[in-house]
């Protein structure tokens, strides 16, 4: 357990803020209304709860990122809301690094531009080379969008932020900054689960011409852009409701049903978990009641299913997938929401 001591954990977010090498985490707090991070410790420590910082209170914050808002080489964090605050915030980190895990010592402002919008998702992007780094951001429910906002000359100026829509989303889940057509520079991938235009789809810069991938209409919930067949191209792999995993290949698609002990798909990861050389696929769950898994794995080599968290747990979300207590496997990080085990992370039990 990192952190079980608000309520309602909604996503794990992971980058150094410390420069030690190890990846911390920030989270928001849906129910309890606060924005998290983790500084990650060392290997014994990492299975105690870790050292947390609370940098702002907010009602109903959905998403939390790292990112250097203004390049002043301490890391600043962006939060998004979704339910009764509808907007997003920056979380300006202190000048001094002495007290980067001083609660008292960060200031919250809100983005005007972003007001009035139920805000789900945000990724740090470079978009029109000026100025400093620009925000990638997507909502739902009504006037939501899949957009970027520009950064102005000065980033602390949060007045002077403009927001570009892009495409209209019913209920943005992923996004993700990949080079898709090998131009040399970032387009957005992305991911909607609800509305008139469900699916996978990429967004091609600069025109931001619309691409679809797959699985148009059809609720479509987190994915993951990463190799799985193991040929040196990046596939997406998504998690699908009620009960599938889709992977996307150049020319091919394959659907992974999940077993009958598993709850509803929310959120996966492509890792090699058994240190076989060959890619895997971590599942996490939505709906985990009774005796349903909420947190499992596929084998790549197999086919075969193998239970991670057992019954305990009802809504698990994102994952990540990093070796923390460096002993050459992978291990899982995530959180969950409803049954209140917080921010954790599973121990890979390769030997």
């Known amino acids: 357990m990192i952190d079980n001591t608000s309520r309602g954990a909604d996503g794990v977010r992971l980058m150094d803020v410390n420069g030690d090498d190890k990846h911390d985490i920030v989270t928001g707090w849906e129910e309890g209304g606060v924005i998290r991070a983790y500084l990650n410790p060392s290997r014994v420590g990492a299975r105690l709860p870790w050292r947390t910082v609370t940098v702002g209170r907010l009602r109903s914050p959905e998403d939390a990122v790292f990112v250097d808002l203004d390049a002043d080489g301490r890391i600043d964090i962006v939060s998004s809301c979704e339910g009764e605050q509808r907007a997003m915030f920056v979380h300006w980190a202190p000048k001094n690094l002495d007290h980067y895990w001083d609660d008292s010592a960060w200031q919250t402002e809100l983005i005007p531009a972003t007001s009035g919008i139920r805000w789900m998702f945000t990724v740090p992007m470079q978009v029109d080379g000026k100025h400093g780094v620009d925000l990638i951001a997507g909502g739902k429910d009504e006037g939501a969008a899949i957009g970027w906002l520009e950064a102005p000359a000065n980033p602390r100026d949060l007045a002077a932020w403009k927001w570009h829509p892009i495409r209209p989303v019913g209920w943005t889940m992923s996004i993700y900054t990949a080079d898709m057509d090998g131009d040399g520079d970032l387009d957005i991938l992305a991911s909607d689960r609800k509305g008139a235009a469900t699916g996978i ?50 020319g091919a698609t394959r659907t992974i049903d999940l077993p009958e002990w598993s709850a509803t798909a929310k959120a996966v990861r492509v890792g090699d978990i058994d240190n076989d050389g060959k890619p895997d696929i971590v599942l996490s769950c939505e709906n985990a009641t009774g005796k349903l898994s909420g947190l499992l794995w596929y084998s790549g080599a197999t086919g075969q299913w193998t239970d991670i968290s057992g019954p305990e747990g009802v809504k698990y979300d994102l994952i990540e997938l990093v070796d923390l207590d460096l002993d050459g496997d992978l291990d899982i990080i995530t959180c969950e929401e409803t049954a209140n085990l917080g921010v954790i992370w599973y121990e890979n039990p390769l030997k």
């Open 201 to 250: 789809f990429w967004l091609e810069n600069p025109s931001w011409r619309e691409h679809k991938v797959g699985a148009q209409g059809q609720e479509v919930m987190f994915i993951d852009h990463a190799d799985f067949d193991g040929d040196g191209i990046r596939d997406i792999v998504a998690a699908a409701r009620p009960r599938s995993i889709q992977i996307f290949s150049r």
